[in-house]
């Protein structure tokens, strides 16, 4: 069988009621729409964080998706799925963590739906204003350099350690996360300068396979990556591309900002196919 | 312990990340989003609907919503739990149901998630441009005459036929939700002549009871009720309230448009305590 999402995505356009599908969020009039569910036993095991720090996680994994076309999100819906064993102290917690989220990225609660469920779930869908550069995954050029921001490959070794039963909250990868640097972030600033640019929620080298799809093109790796770099997946790095005349320009604004940005390889004719598990199968 | 969504509310509440809870939907910028869950277990069970069927409610959940602000809905995200155990031919029929769903309400499905889960569950973010006048739940004037369209308790004995093993695909109810009779998509209709726009989703007497609260007055009845009436919830019918130098007009609308509106209860002073569940505690 098919994997389930592009099975009932195929569906769908066959009956015509998709409309911009693609992107990290979607443009419409001026606006900026992203949706990401953060599910126990899809995306987190119980007791892998703090409610609070979940409550985090899963707003930041839907903020990233928006400055990853270059805007600012401002106000978030949020339907929450709650375990029937919760105390108040847990849905305390929970508040205390999404209020936590929503006031460190600057976005109103403007309303939503609570349920009682056997699994902690949470489905924000983000709002952002539309800046002047709308940015997006189509838009290669041959030649274009390709860069990604911070380091990657401690998320996988993290989930590497939950998935062995090592609690992560003290992984390197958590205070990383927990530092809140989301390297997306940096995309609105370098908007202007870049042809291309999304996040890393998925591992890069499915992220390169599914830009190679989109823009016909192909990639020549301009320095080695480990195989760890290559497939570790909720990264929410930047992954952009600019013309080389302004690569030293968006280093610079990177630096500015106190991002690292790593240029790694360089699109040329051809076809990409990575290495990693499609997860949005 | 107090009611799990008053509670993460209250909690919220104090933190000050909240903007403009409290009506169906929220408007933001000429734009009016909602969101409502729509989950197996809590909102349906396994069998009481087919998948399409399921699909199709739960978006008209979420497009009485908008209706009932008076602005007419555009775009859908749609974050969807799919049961592990669900076949292509399940997906099928589920993405048949809400490419039908967007079709007749005119929505074009912009983005959206999709996880497995155990359970069946819908989360839609509807999207609406708002016209010009914005109904609300707050606004209601003294002598202000209550009127509710269609009728109201079918739904209520529906589901206790559901509860009792009866399958509900051949009961009156279901006949009329699905000949797609959202009596709240009159409201747009009359939006310029009522003072308050709602819609009935949690029973008439819990929604009263709402709105005795927000606008600080009671209700006196010009017709007795019955309790399946008062009680029955997910009817998704208009609940408005007009000065009585325009109910002539308002009802003349409503019959232009098919939809019948009955004036039942008139604004006083004082305080309205209903009956029946509040589901949302």
Not at 44 to 66: Q, T
Not at 125 to 143: S, Y
Request: charged letters at 20%.
């Amino acid at each position: 069988m098919k994997g389930r999402e592009a099975l009932l995505l195929q569906y769908l356009h066959e009956t015509n009621c998709l409309y911009k599908v693609g992107d990290d969020g979607v443009a419409i009039n001026k606006n900026i729409y992203a949706l990401d569910s953060f599910m126990e036993n899809t995306h987190f095991k119980h007791g892998w964080l703090k409610l609070k720090d979940l409550a985090f996680k899963a707003l930041s994994v839907n903020v990233s998706d928006i400055y990853a076309m270059g805007a600012t999100p401002k106000y978030a819906l949020l339907a929450l799925s709650i375990p029937q064993n919760f105390s108040a102290k847990n849905i305390k917690e929970l508040a205390i963590g999404i209020a936590d989220a929503c006031n460190f990225y600057k976005i109103k609660l403007i309303g939503g739906d609570t349920i009682s469920s056997s699994l902690l779930g949470f489905h924000f869908t983000l709002i952002a204003e539309q800046n002047n550069i709308l940015v997006q995954r189509k838009g290669l050029n041959i030649g274009d350099i390709l860069c990604f921001s911070g380091t990657l490959g401690s998320s996988y070794s993290t989930l590497q350690q939950c998935l062995h039963g090592f609690m992560p909250t003290y992984c390197k990868r958590h205070e990383v996360f927990f530092a809140r640097r989301i390297g997306s972030m940096l995309i609105p600033h370098i908007s202007k300068h870049i042809t291309m640019g999304m996040d890393i929620s998925d591992g890069l080298s499915v992220e390169l396979t599914r830009l190679s799809k989109i823009n016909h093109v192909g990639f020549k790796f301009l320095r080695k990556l480990s195989k760890q770099e290559l497939i570790s997946g909720e990264e929410y790095q930047a992954l952009i591309a600019v013309a080389p005349k302004n690569l030293k320009k968006v280093l610079l604004i990177a630096q500015k900002n106190r991002q690292q940005l790593h240029p790694f390889a360089q699109v040329i004719h051809g076809r990409y196919k990575g290495i990693g598990k499609e997860w949005h199968k």
